[in-house]
């Protein structure tokens, strides 16, 4: 019985033991919550693969670039002005005209019994006045015009007038009116008489331009015995007249431009500077859209650049002769035909002007001014213009890409919060940022960044070169072009040691420098449209946390 | 020491055991259930009847069957009592957990319910029918989906090896197994039987990804994705797919499938459109009066799915580079940029879905084994078994005691290897009292009295009424 016992016991303490242990492995509350996780992470960032094109209106997005006829790359900035409209320079004034008939013009011999009429026929000339009192015009066709006309009879007879413009026809049919009046006399008007589509020849008079005639016929009908005195007058307004076109001689008009600037947004940043560079062959280019039916000549009343190394350099004052200039204006073609918009242009190169003076001093933009005077020659009865003529010109700053470019470089100053990097619980241990660029232009560029604290004393640098070479240049064949790609990889390692040291870090100050190949030995190159870059950006990441999950969670 | 080489190579070779059914109940001669796992059993009733349509007798107990099976790791690989001034605390264990995992953890449960089972003895014929629901559901996860998880890609790429997921699987099944049998004794040596079954299907979800994979290039760091997958699904409901853009696109739950699922649930289990058939083969070989040799197959078969049949195919590879630099002039371009990015991801990866019926298998298991009776009242055996589920063959081994105490009562003592684990103590136990027999079986019941080191929980149980026991007679060579 004892013995049974003994063993009864000693099952039960099993059991017991056995079931205090299972329910201690089950009881979370006896969890100490520690964890222990490192892992490492890598993953691709970002890639591309851009033109230089792609690269440099990633800079500059104002400029336009363009393939030149050399088959490498220009970047033009430009700007186009138009001169003022046509309609401000050769337009056509309001007109009138007046007369009476008086009853002594008149012959009333035999006019004393029912159905005699007496009749009185006269014509006069409507003188235009004109926009230039040069301007001799020989015909037009109106777009628009509107004729009032007002007329007054104070015969006792009654009678009609008839006001006809033989010169001012619309398919063939002259423009012509009555007007009919009672007995007695009265106020007879015809108001709103629309001139749209006439044409109009201004020849037909003894002046042979700027005139028209106008046939006056006055009859009158016996009306009873009653005085034959009396009069009719007329007056005749021409308002709200646009032309079509109109032909003569002009005489000599000065048309303005708007005045404008092009700005040269390469030199514009104020973040970058540049210590030396060079454009081979920079251009200023100006074209002429011309659809003026007139001999024109075309100048700059001002031709400005600035640099804020040399101030404004006045591009006229050593324009070699170029006819840019008010002493020497430039002939621009004209319209021979109507609808005709006839295309000109003159360029400017380093051999004809201090352009590659300009361009050299950095300018940040050109300013002009520009006029065109129309019939330098005279009296030319060839002149024409149409409602919409106009003058445009388009003014361009050309620099093709030839040349080199050394130590464009920048400084700048960043404010940063690393404050996350003091938790005691930061999971980065190592951070490395790999960049591989094959890079197929022919520029070369280094980078730093220096972390500071408050005070701008420096914790730490990003390189621990002077400045670490980011691209490698292509090399360039003889001719400046390049031969292929070259490749760098540029790794970027910050461990545990190195963040610490960034935990107080406030400013980041970062600075970059470009070259194009041997710009120092003075290599130019040249720029073409296929050139590429190809970068791979991606990371590595080392990540460890140690401590209790309650503390880590609180922490984040 | 050579005990320790035998036991160390004994343990080795079945190192990577996969999930077990039933390794004592097989020996179990006197349970009719014995027959679902070797149909050339010979029972020694002339007739039993059991299961839960059986009043009274049919629940106490309910007859089911459960299996919990997990090839790699066990609760105290991941949390585990601590040493030193951790004695008395629980550590998480990420390491030992790393280790222990194997190149796809299957995590596999199932749940066996007996509806009815029938038997009886005819000439030398043991003819059996039976019904039973079976659900079979589990998980399966690659090594790799860890690995990447806990230690980052970095280390493969080092090694410059794709991360595989490939592994990863999803399976639920239930089914309704309706069974007829029959073994016979051919001669004095050898027995036979087998079970033809057909089989309903009710619901089922699998995934079957030949390919899912990410390789990060150790050069540049970009990343390959490469799937191949597809997932099966045959449910009283089906899904809505809207793949046409990025932003909408999703997968739910068709909300007129649901509403005439919830309007007649009955429906589903009266379900008779996904026909199936399997087959257990056994054959048992008296070798000598003291040995028997034995062998069988068990659920040999498939069932044709084709109920709310939807099959989801994505199949794809991409280079991910990161994002691709462009000019963008303005936010809007770069939210286009983005936004076209996703949409090429999307489409490369979006599913497919084909709705047309589709096949699975049931997961096909084999048995050898032998039993010495060294006594009529004690017998040795020895079972192998083997398995082959989702590209993994898992086997284990089982030695046993057994012995029939009695006329009423037999008892089974195993010990095997099985999941990765020597830990599987198993034991069954039968008891007849008049015409009603209990059992109940385990293969594993230190599992169950330490859960902690679990990566097997085993119980089958029920109860059947039998009539006509006869005695079988052991070998006149034996000892008595």
């Known amino acids: ?56 209106q990633m800079y500059d997005s104002t400029g336009l670039l363009i393939d030149n006829d050399d088959g490498y790359v220009s970047l033009q900035y430009l700007a186009r002005v138009s001169s003022n409209k046509v309609n401000d320079i050769i337009f ?23 159905g005699d009429t007496v009749s009185y026929i006269y014509t006069d000339y409507l003188t235009f006045s004109m926009f230039n009192a040069e301007a001799e015009i020989d015909s037009l066709i109106f777009k628009t015009g509107i004729m009032d006309i007002a007329t007054n009879s104070t015969f006792f007879h009654s009678a009609r007038l008839y006001v006809k413009f033989p010169s001012v026809t ?141 101030g404004d350099m006045n591009i006229l004052d050593d324009a070699n002769n170029l006819p840019i200039g008010p002493a020497n204006p430039y002939d621009v073609n004209y319209a021979i035909v109507v609808g005709q918009r006839m295309l000109d242009s003159l360029k400017i190169n380093r051999t004809n002007s201090n352009i590659d003076d300009v361009v050299n001093a950095r300018p940040k933009w050109i300013q002009f001014k520009a006029r065109a005077t129309t019939n330098p020659a005279g009296l030319d009865h060839h002149n024409f213009v149409i409602d919409d003529s106009q003058i445009e010109v388009e ?87 390049v031969l292929d790609f070259s ?31 041997n710009a120092s030995a003075g290599t130019v190159m040249k720029i073409y449209r296929d050139y590429r870059i190809k970068f791979d950006i991606g990371f590595e990441v080392d990540l460890g946390v140690e401590g209790n999950i309650d503390s880590i969670s609180n922490e984040f | 020491m050579k005990r320790y080489i035998l036991l160390f190579i004994f343990a080795g070779v079945f190192a990577s055991a996969g999930a077990q059914q039933a390794l004592t109940m097989y020996n179990m001669d006197r349970v009719m259930q014995t027959q679902f796992i070797n149909p050339s059993v010979d029972v020694p009733y002339k007739f039993h009847i059991g299961g839960l349509l059986v009043p009274i007798v049919g629940q106490l107990p309910p007859p089911i069957y459960f299996n919990y099976g997990n090839n790699s790791f066990y609760y105290n690989h991941i949390l585990h009592m601590g040493k030193g001034d951790k004695a008395d605390n629980l550590v998480l264990d990420i390491p030992l957990f790393m280790d222990k995992l194997k190149k796809t ?84 040596k050898l027995s036979f039987g087998g079970r033809a079954k057909i089989l309903f299907g009710m619901a089922n979800v699998n995934t079957n990804f030949k390919e899912l994979s990410l390789y990060t290039d150790p050069e540049d760091y970009s990343m390959t994705f490469t799937t191949d997958m597809k997932m099966h699904s045959s449910l009283p409901v089906y899904f809505d797919m809207n793949m046409l853009e990025v932003d909408s696109a999703g997968i739910s739950l068709n909300e007129a499938s649901m509403t005439a699922f919830e309007d007649n649930p009955a429906s589903y289990f009266l379900n008779l459109k996904n026909i199936g058939l399997g087959f257990d083969f056994g054959a048992s070989y008296k070798l000598t009066p003291e040995i028997d040799l034995y062998a069988s197959i068990t659920d040999f078969g498939f069932i044709s799915w084709n109920t709310n049949p939807q099959n989801f195919l994505s199949k794809g590879e991409y280079d991910f580079h990161g994002l691709e630099v462009e000019l963008w002039e303005n936010d809007e371009e770069m939210d286009e940029s983005l936004k076209d990015f996703a949409d090429t991801l999307f489409n490369i990866f979006k599913p497919s879905l084909v709705e047309t019926g589709y096949m699975t298998w049931l997961p096909t298991s084999f048995y050898i084994g032998g039993k010495y009776k060294f006594h009529e009242l004690l017998h040795f055996t020895a079972l192998y078994r083997g398995e082959f589920y989702r590209k993994s063959y898992m086997h284990s081994l089982t030695i ?35 015409p009603v027999q209990w059992y109940l079986v385990t293969d594993s019941f230190t599992n169950m009295i330490w859960p902690q080191k679990a990566t097997n929980i085993n119980l089958r149980m029920g109860c059947n009424i039998v009539f006509g026991y006869k005695k079988i007679k052991s070998s006149a060579s034996m000892r008595t």
């Open chain 1, 1 to 56: 019985m004892k013995t049974k016992f003994k063993y009864l016991l000693i099952a039960l303490i099993l059991m017991v033991s056995v079931f205090s242990c299972v329910k201690d492995n089950f009881n979370f509350d006896k969890w100490d919550k520690e964890i222990n996780y490192e892992a490492s992470f890598a993953a691709p960032v970002a890639w591309g693969d851009l033109s230089f094109t792609d690269a440099l």
């Open chain 1, 92 to 114: 056509i004034n309001d007109q009138n005209i007046s007369g009476t008939v008086e009853s002594p013009d008149i012959s009333f011999v035999g006019f004393d019994s029912p």
């Open chain 1, 170 to 310: 619309k398919n063939g049919v002259p423009f012509s009116t009555s007007f009919t009046y009672t007995p007695g006399g009265g106020n007879v008007v015809s108001l709103n008489n629309d001139f749209t589509g006439y044409n109009v020849d201004m020849t037909q008079t003894p002046a042979n331009f700027n005139e028209i005639p106008v046939e006056i016929r006055l009859t009158l009908f016996w009306s009873g015995e009653v005085p034959n005195s009396g009069t009719v007058s007329f007056d005749v307004n021409m308002k709200t007249m646009q032309y079509k076109i109109m032909h003569g001689y002009f005489g000599e008009n000065t048309l303005f431009f708007e005045s404008d600037t092009i700005d040269i947004s390469l030199f514009k940043s104020e973040e970058w500077d540049i210590e030396s560079y060079l454009f081979m062959d920079p251009k200023f280019k100006i074209y002429y859209w011309n659809s003026y039916g007139v001999p024109s000549q075309f100048y700059f009343d001002h031709l400005v650049a600035h640099s804020d190394l040399q």
């Open chain 1, 395 to 481: 003014v361009i700053m050309e620099l093709p890409m030839w040349g080199y470019l050394y130590n464009w470089h920048s400084r700048d100053t960043a404010k940063v919060d690393l404050t996350d990097l003091q938790s005691d619980y930061n999971p980065l241990k190592r951070l490395m940022v790999r960049i591989d660029i094959q890079n197929g232009f022919p520029i070369e560029a280094f980078g730093q960044v220096y972390f500071t604290d408050e005070n701008y004393v420096v914790l730490d640098s990003l390189f621990y070169t002077y400045e670490e070479r980011l691209l490698s240049a292509a090399q360039v064949d003889a001719d400046g072009r």
């Open chain 1, 487 to 517: 490749r760098k990889v540029t790794k970027i390692e910050y461990v545990d040691a190195r963040l610490k040291k960034l935990e107080t870090c406030k400013y980041a100050i970062y600075t970059g420098q470009v070259n194009t190949t």
């Open chain 2, 105 to 188: 953890t299957h995590m596999r449960f199932d749940t066996q319910i007996e509806l009815l089972n029938l038997g009886f003895k005819l000439e030398n014929m043991f003819l059996t029918v039976a019904i039973t629901e079976k659900f079979k559901y589990g998980m399966s996860l690659p090594y790799d989906i860890f690995e990447f998880t806990l230690n980052g890609n970095m280390p493969y790429m080092q090694e410059n090896k794709p991360h595989d997921f490939s592994g990863f699987g999803v399976d639920f099944t239930h089914y309704r197994e309706f069974a007829v049998g029959g073994s016979m004794q051919a001669n004095d």
């Open chain 2, 400 to 434: 046993g005691v057994n012995s029939n105490l009695t006329e009423c009562i037999s008892a089974h003592l195993t010990y095997s290897l099985a999941h990765h684990t020597a830990n599987h103590i198993g034991f069954g136990l039968s008891a007849r009292l008049g």
